[in-house]
């Protein structure tokens, strides 16, 4: 859990010694917790450097759906799962969003990351703004607009 978007929620959010603690398999889903957020961990793989298969980011997509609906946790952004370094095909990921999460009643909204951070012209919707409001500011690299009126 060192490279990519993996290593960077790391440096965010820490608690190396909690995930650890949970001790995932490849196919499972290591969770943490704050007041504020939850954090899903997929395992979809053993080491950093490996690729995945799509059946453990099937696999590890099951458990996601199975703990998001234990806890009622009906609003879901993720990444581009497996699709940056891990190279797989986002047609194929997006597919199995779809079948997994049919008729749960999840909302699901994909982002797209940038390494660079933010951008002058963002093009993905900050859910935290809209719903309880970011806590980013002008470091959230997702769009800020309420009616219509951009904000930082």
Partial sequence: MSRGIAG???RLFGQADELKRQDGRVGQVLELRSDERRLYYLISKEKSYQKPAYRTV???????????????????????????RDGLD???????????????????????????????HRTVDCSFYQSSGCKKG???????????????
Avoid: D, Y
């Fill in 8 to 10: 960077e929620f790391q």
């Fill in 90 to 120: 986002w047609p194929i990921i997006r597919n199995m969003l779809e079948v997994l999460f049919r008729f749960t009643g999840i909302e699901i909204l994909v982002c797209s990351w940038n390494p660079r951070g933010p951008t002058e």
């Fill in 58 to 84: 099937w696999e590890a997509l099951l458990h996601l759906r199975e703990e998001l609906l234990t806890a009622n946790v009906l609003k879901l952004a993720i990444p581009k799962l497996a699709c940056g």
């Fill in 138 to 152: 002008v470091l959230c690299p997702f769009r800020h607009e309420r009616s219509g009126t951009k904000r930082p």
